[in-house]
Each structure stands twice: as C-alpha cells, then as structure tokens.
C-alpha cells in the first residue's frame, strides 16, 4: 500500500490563504479517487474536496472558495484554500481510495495530517 504525505498547514488570519500538498507514494494520483477530508476538535471527520478523473467535488461550506487540484507527473495532490474562515480550523488529512463520495469518512489510505488553524 502506498504512502500519503501533506504538508503546507499553518496558522493564518481569516480571510487569508493556505495552499495544502500531498504527495503520494506508491500510489497513482491519476488513477485513485483523491480526497481531503478534515476533522475538527470534537467534531466528526467530514470531506472537504474531492477528485476523481477529470471530476471535482466540494463541500458546500467551501465551495467558491476552496480549489483541489492535482499534478500527475508528480503524484501530488493540492488544496488551495482560499478567504480561510475560523471555522475552516482542522487537521487536514489526505486520503485516497479507488472510490469516494463528498461524504465518505473511511479510506484505505490516509496521510498523517496537517494542522490549519484560522483565527479571527
């Protein structure tokens, strides 16, 4: 199985910008469903941006202001996150699975995490 690794998370103001990356290893970017899914302190993991072939699909909550995009060549996976809100504060996880819906929470593989925090 292969390895998933992210980075890019931090600490902003609201209103600001981050810009998450995934890389994969042993793993085909073009050829899994990619997906970030996040979870906040007490909360429930919830995806936030998924991609599959040529198809994106975003949570409501960031829709307009989140993009997911990925590089094949470097089996890498991005989140340019964009007008960060407060309540956009999570671990950032990636993860990948030969299937996924907007929904999903479970994956065969998932990345260690990063830490986006956004403060007002």
């Known amino acids: 199985q292969g390895q998933l690794e992210e980075s890019g998370g931090g600490s902003v103001q609201a209103g600001g910008s981050l810009r998450l990356s995934c890389v994969a290893s042993?793993?085909?970017?073009?050829?899994?469903?990619m997906a970030w899914v996040r979870q906040a302190p007490g909360k429930e993991r919830e995806g936030v941006a998924l991609?599959?072939?040529?198809?994106?699909i975003y949570r409501d909550s960031v829709k307009g202001r989140f993009t997911i995009s990925k590089d094949n060549a470097k089996n890498t996976l991005y989140l340019q996150m964009n007008s960060l809100k407060p309540e956009d504060t999570a671990v950032y996880y990636c993860?990948?699975?030969?299937?996924?819906?907007?929904?999903?929470?479970?994956?065969?593989?998932w990345g260690q995490g990063t830490q986006v925090t956004v403060s007002s």
């Open positions: 993860a990948a699975d030969s299937t996924c819906w907007i929904n999903k929470r479970e994956y065969n593989s």
């Open positions: 042993g793993y085909t970017v073009r050829r899994d469903c």
């Open positions: 991609i599959y072939g040529g198809i994106t």
